[in-house]
């Protein structure tokens, strides 16, 4: 696996020189200043590639190798008459990554929000700080802080009752809290959806189920891969974050069977997966070696991470990356097979980018301020595990 690490850009407390000792040779990052739905062009593109590799002719060289993420505009995600003009533009941005030589690009099509939590600072038992989701919590914020109408159908009674309870304790400053958390924006980006119009925009979704968000991520890929295919790019798609629906919304990128659907919507390699251990291995039915084994070649992006499901399997928080829920073993073991197979066969990149996905806030990062998920020092311990386990398993693959 090629290791890599994102990037938030100039302004991101990560710097490119603490990725570079982190024993990366690529990064991950995209153009978050630029709008959603607007062009990438090859000047701001080439900007970026300079700013990345500016120091190596001194230093041990970086390159920008992927892409996370392109944003899908709403209006494709909602099928409007207009995604027709949002699907050109996002060709023409795919275009000038192409010219500027970046060939792996990261989306998602997870409607309105993007991951969610509940809990940024979760405490664990050595003092660092990990993300945590408490479905309790978030019913706490969908019927009592947002008020989303007929809210009450997703959750039982029970639950109902006890996030009642439980917001009537709370102070206004946890509330606040758990708002602004539950508001967070896309990663990368330090603006917060507003309260008073996030209502507004789950309301746009009011017609559009699961059958038919499928079939707008189809169209989607279905115009926009044979073309990314034409010029030497793959697009990997980000499962949903977490696997489930939320706010009433569909999730159609959550199980072993939704990659089956996409990928044979368009049967190309350009269709590929962000293979995140994370978000997949949130769900128990999810067998991810399996899932590996099925789709490797369409595999063109990784995350490694683990979450640990608590005694509400509904809840979870992210483990140290080889302590929780996911057989990290066996992923790495299935990736490198992966990679053995396009070797031999001479079909693929033989080394897929890896990052090492949302570490643990610890020692001197818990007095920083970091984008959630993304502080130095737990992604580096982080690495340095899955590298000392990488390194074990290609010496028993020889």
């Known amino acids: 696996?090629?290791?890599?690490?994102?990037?938030?850009?100039?302004?991101?407390?990560?710097?490119?020189?603490?990725?570079?000792?982190?024993?990366?040779?690529?990064?991950?990052?995209?153009?978050?200043?630029?709008?959603?739905?607007?062009?990438?062009?090859?000047?701001?593109?080439?900007?970026?590639?300079?700013?990345?590799?500016?120091?190596?002719?001194k230093y041990s060289p970086l390159?920008?190798?992927?892409?996370?993420?392109?944003?899908?505009?709403?209006?494709?995600?909602?099928g409007l008459s207009s995604c027709e003009y949002f699907i050109e533009n996002y060709k023409q941005s795919l275009q000038n990554l192409a010219i500027c030589g970046i060939k792996t690009v990261c989306y998602n099509f997870m409607p309105v929000l993007?991951?969610?939590?509940?809990?940024?600072?979760?405490?664990m038992p050595d003092g660092s700080k990990a993300l945590r989701f408490v479905w309790e919590d978030f019913a706490i914020f969908d019927l009592y802080i947002l008020k989303r109408p007929n809210a009450e159908k997703d959750y039982e009674i029970e639950l109902r009752e006890s996030a009642k309870n439980k917001f009537e304790s709370m102070s206004a400053e946890e509330i606040e809290t758990l708002k602004n958390t539950a508001l967070l924006g896309l990663p990368g980006s330090e603006e917060a959806f507003n309260l008073s119009t996030f209502q507004g925009l789950l309301d746009n979704y009011a017609n559009i189920g699961d059958a038919e968000l499928r079939a707008n991520l189809y169209y989607f890929i279905q115009?926009?891969?044979?073309?990314?295919q034409e010029?030497?790019?793959?697009?990997?798609?980000?499962?949903?974050?977490?696997?489930?629906?939320?706010?009433?919304?569909?999730?159609?990128?959550?199980t072993e069977n939704d990659l089956a659907q996409l990928?044979?919507?368009?049967?190309?390699?350009?269709?590929?997966?962000?293979?995140?251990?994370?978000?997949?291995?949130?769900?128990?039915?999810?067998d991810l070696s399996k899932i590996i084994k099925r789709f490797g070649e369409r595999i063109h992006f990784i995350h490694l991470r683990t979450t640990k499901r608590e005694e509400n399997p509904l809840n979870f928080h992210e483990a140290a990356h080889l302590a929780g829920d996911v057989d990290m073993y066996e992923v790495v073991k299935a990736i490198l097979q992966?990679?053995?197979?396009?070797?031999?066969?001479?079909?693929?990149?033989?080394?897929?980018?890896?990052?090492?996905?949302?570490?643990?806030?610890?020692?001197?990062?818990?007095?920083k301020k970091t984008y959630p998920g993304y502080s130095a020092i737990g992604r580096l311990k982080g690495l340095a595990e899955l590298r000392g386990l990488q390194m074990s398993i290609e010496r028993n693959l020889q």
Request: glycine share 8%.
């Open 231 to 254: 010029i030497g790019i793959n697009l990997c798609i980000h499962p949903d974050d977490p696997p489930k629906s939320l706010l009433g919304l569909p999730r159609v990128v959550s």
């Open 1 to 57: 696996m090629t290791h890599t690490m994102r990037w938030f850009g100039p302004n991101d407390p990560v710097s490119l020189m603490d990725i570079r000792q982190a024993g990366c040779t690529g990064v991950v990052s995209a153009l978050h200043q630029i709008p959603v739905g607007e062009i990438w062009t090859v000047e701001a593109i080439k900007e970026r590639i300079q700013i990345i590799e500016k120091d190596n002719n």
């Open 63 to 78: 390159k920008w190798l992927v892409v996370e993420s392109l944003p899908v505009h709403e209006d494709i995600k909602k």
């Open 223 to 228: 115009q926009v891969a044979p073309f990314a």
């Open 338 to 367: 992966e990679q053995n197979h396009r070797k031999n066969t001479g079909k693929g990149d033989i080394s897929i980018p890896m990052r090492p996905d949302h570490g643990h806030q610890m020692l001197d990062d818990l007095n």
């Open 114 to 123: 993007d991951w969610s939590r509940t809990n940024l600072n979760y405490e």
């Open 263 to 286: 990928m044979q919507a368009c049967d190309i390699v350009a269709n590929g997966i962000t293979f995140c251990t994370g978000s997949l291995g949130v769900r128990e039915d999810n």
